[in-house]
């Protein structure tokens, strides 16, 4: 374990030994061309406590006290729950990766939904550099055990946080053009038809920033970084998101324990 515990605690991608992997891999760069490919079957990583890093497998798991948590659906495997001292103590609005023993149990966890799971609850840490690691929260063996009632047929709930993806099956295409695996912020990726064309710009033209770098410009303008072994400990990545996410992570790099989820 590191001495020094920067930002890990709280700041949430992927070694594909897949065709997926293969697809973000050694292309000659392109013109910047919005082309997505469709989705397919990946192996599907977990996400750290504050959704800025993720991992296939993250190490050294410890068991938690809980038994039981409710929490506020972020996607159809996470939640974000509000206080949760499983692992390092003093952590406010964190996700906890949910994996159910019935998958079926997904189709119920709308955005936005207050639910309750049952589960063997676990921590884990994975180095990212010398500064630190990143901390994640998983419930294992799953169950909804209660939630809010919610409306089927009504339209999605907007997006109230964001956490960063790594190696989306529907940047391959992307991916492929520039020669490097991409992460990408959640929100833009779930909105590729509106999002695409500036999020294939900014991909070409990554910048060399540090954490503690100010973000100037429009919140809502994408912009793209380099990120070798940061997002994910194994890629050397491109990583993108909107201007407001990367201000969002400046404040959370300087104040790990700040509660302040990541802006959508």
């Known amino acids: 374990m590191k001495s020094i515990p920067v930002i890990g605690t709280l700041l949430p991608t992927l070694v594909f030994c897949s065709a997926h992997a293969l697809a973000q891999a050694g292309a000659p760069a392109g013109p910047p061309v919005a082309s997505f490919a469709p989705v397919s079957g990946v192996p599907i990583p977990v996400q750290s406590a504050s959704g800025r890093f993720s991992s296939l497998n993250p190490p050294n798991r410890l068991n938690c006290s809980y038994k039981k948590v409710t929490g506020r659906v972020v996607s159809p495997r996470l939640i974000m729950v509000k206080e949760m001292n499983c692992g390092r103590p003093g952590h406010d609005n964190v996700l906890v990766n949910v994996q159910f023993s019935n998958p079926a149990d997904a189709v119920q966890m709308v955005a936005g939904r207050h639910v309750a799971i049952a589960a063997r609850f676990k921590s884990a840490q994975e180095d990212r550099d010398p500064l630190f690691f990143a901390e994640f929260l998983i419930a294992e063996k799953a169950e909804l055990v209660g939630g809010d009632p919610f409306d089927r047929s009504a339209p999605p709930a907007q997006a109230f946080t ?11 295409a992307l991916a492929t053009q520039l020669g490097n695996e991409l992460c990408v912020q959640s929100t833009v990726v779930a909105d590729l038809m509106a999002t695409g064309p500036a999020l294939a710009a900014a991909a070409h033209a990554p ?5 503690e770098d100010t973000v ?18 194994h890629l050397p990545a491109v990583a993108c998101a909107r201007n407001s996410y990367w201000a969002w992570y400046k404040t959370k790099w300087s104040d790990p324990l700040s509660p302040t989820p990541a802006p959508p």
Not at 162 to 172: G, V
Not at 207 to 211: E, G, I, Y
Not at 223 to 232: A, T, Y
């Open 162 to 172: 964001s956490y960063m993806m790594c190696q989306p099956p529907e940047l391959d």
């Open 207 to 211: 910048a060399q920033v540090s954490p």
């Open 216 to 233: 100037s410009g429009d919140p809502n303008a994408i912009s793209c970084r380099l990120d070798p072994k940061r997002s994910d400990a």
